[in-house]
């Protein structure tokens, strides 16, 4: 699997070099799951987790159609894996957007919990490079941030493009990337194109903390002082992560409190593909029970037919 993941990668970073058909005739060709797991959070109409979900209050649907799963469980206060993904491009210099990433980072390693682990990439001008590997020290990222300097251009989308797989580097369960950038572009080779399409099988969500104050309006500001947020909502929407913002020291801590709350009530289902089929990228839905108002789920997998639920005219035919 992580073979044909990083070969998926390889041919993500020699995009510009293939006419767009053949990017997409590759990611189709080489990619398929031999398992899909399925990490959702469940919301009421005031936007609080629920952490007592039962199997029978959701059902889920695979381009619209009902799906059977092996897998019900529940991640309540289990420990995490958080792949801290820092920016650190010029972009963020400005607007004293690089304390405030260190100061989410630092209030994230101060709500650890036992068994939760922690890594730290950087990336600016290209690739995130590796600075510490998973830990369960937070010392060594705080010795690490300290020598962290803005410079250069920032390739995002090839930065982000790399980050699902070494994710799974972590040794729990639930994994989660949190992601501190301003969302800004302008050294990539792949386009924002090819990094939608590779996030939508990504089944990591990703937690984008936006610098930038919640009620900060554009109007005479420049685009590198602010932050592109429909792209950070769009990379969060896509692997059933969510959006926060904050540059302040209280917003910072709500921000990364409302991350942990989250992925502290995390559940997971999951099913094997059944090996029919073309190998295509198919929509993940969830059908809610009357209590439940939101869901946080990944936008869908590449894969083959899942194993669907037959219906009772089906099996009346069959019979």
Do not use: C, W
């Amino acid at each position: 699997m992580r073979r044909l993941l990083a070969a998926l990668l390889v041919a993500l970073a020699a995009a510009p070099l293939l006419a767009q058909s053949e990017l997409q005739q590759r990611m189709s060709d080489t990619v398929s799951v031999g398992y899909v797991m399925i990490p959702f959070t469940v919301l009421t109409a005031k936007g609080a987790p629920i952490t007592d979900l039962r199997s029978g209050e959701i059902q889920l649907f695979v381009d619209g159609q009902p799906v059977r799963s092996d897998m019900f469980e529940k991640s309540e206060n289990a420990p995490v894996s958080f792949t801290i993904l820092l920016d650190a491009s010029g972009s963020m210099a400005l607007a004293g957007k690089m304390d405030a990433a260190r100061a989410a980072i630092g209030a994230l390693l101060a709500h650890r919990r036992a068994g939760d682990d922690f890594a730290l990439y950087v990336f600016a001008e290209s690739e995130a490079r590796e600075v510490v590997p998973f830990t369960e020290e937070p010392a060594q990222i705080t010795r690490a941030l300290a020598k962290v300097t803005p410079y250069g251009k920032t390739a995002f989308f090839d930065a982000l493009a790399t980050m699902p797989e070494r994710s799974r580097l972590g040794k729990n369960a639930s994994r989660a990337i949190v992601l501190l950038s301003d969302g800004i572009d302008n050294a990539s080779t792949l386009t924002r194109a090819d990094l939608a399409r590779l996030l939508q099988g990504v089944a990591v969500p990703i937690y984008p903390l936006g610098i930038r104050d919640p009620g900060e309006a554009p109007a005479g500001r420049t685009r590198e002082d602010l932050s592109d947020l429909d792209l950070l909502r769009e990379v969060a929407s896509l692997t059933g992560g969510k959006l926060t913002l904050g540059n302040e020291p209280q917003q910072i801590a709500l921000a990364v409190a409302s991350i942990e709350k989250d992925l502290r009530a995390q559940y997971l289902i999951g099913f094997t593909p059944t090996g029919h089929g073309a190998v295509k990228y198919r929509e993940i839905s969830l059908k809610l029970a009357g209590r439940i108002r939101s869901v946080r789920v990944r936008a869908g997998y590449l894969g083959t037919e899942p194993p669907l639920i037959a219906s009772k005219r089906t099996e009346r035919k069959r019979s």
